[in-house]
């Protein structure tokens, strides 16, 4: 089935990024001024076939996720990056390499809110698995509030194997792990690197954890004794930003 965009911030992030990729955009039958007016218009504008439908039909197309009056179809799946392009190009990018790299992370909303993170402090993409992880869906998109559409997301099938490829093209791994040997502060970020964050379970595989070059926590002076995937994650990237914003 082709992709679906669900939510007025992330089709109105799909239409400024990508509008070529939407084939089909469904409104709410009633969208005759206000935000929904002007998506109309702007879909126009990009020459997006619009239909006008009922809450049902919405509903239908939305298959029981929110979508707040909007419905978009995409031309086809979600467009995942090639890996091995996603390394050559953060290497070789403006600046040091920053990427995400989500370890058997399952949640599609955890999945949404790392890519915002990710595309919000500048990383060069995010890694995820193709086996026993969120893929990119409509609920991750929407999660994202669009971010998905100016993200480069790749996935592999073998995670530790994937970090050691970026060991060899010259990045660090850094692992997020509660007890890790150093604080994330003390880590340097400013080299290129992969963050690496484990799932809402378990966190880091055995495997995973022995392709990383160090692993770093994150303290937690309150009475909650650890981070979800999506925070911990963006807590690391603020700090790369930091480490490398304070050279």
Known sequence: MRRRILGVRAVQEALAARASSIAVLYLHEEAASGTLRAIHVDAKNRAVPVELKSSAELDALAEGDRHQGVVALGADDYAYANYEQLLDAAIAGPGAGLIVALDEVTDPHNLGAIVRSSVAFGAHGVVTMKDRAAPVT???????????????????????????????????TVGLAAEGEQEL??????????LVVGSEGRGLRRLVRAQCDALARIPIPGA??????????????????RQRTAR
Do not use: K, W
Request: aromatic fraction near 4%; charge should be positive; proline fraction near 2%.
């Open 224 to 241: 909650i004794a650890s981070l979800n995937a999506s925070v911990a994650a963006s807590v690391a990237l603020y700090e790369a930003v």
């Open 185 to 194: 502060r003390d880590v340097d970020l400013t080299r290129p690197t992969v």
């Open 138 to 172: 409509a609920a991750a998109v929407r999660a994202s509030a669009g971010a998905t559409e100016h993200a480069s997301i790749a996935r592999v099938t073998n995670l530790a194997r994937a970090l050691e490829a970026a060991r060899r093209a010259g990045f660090a």
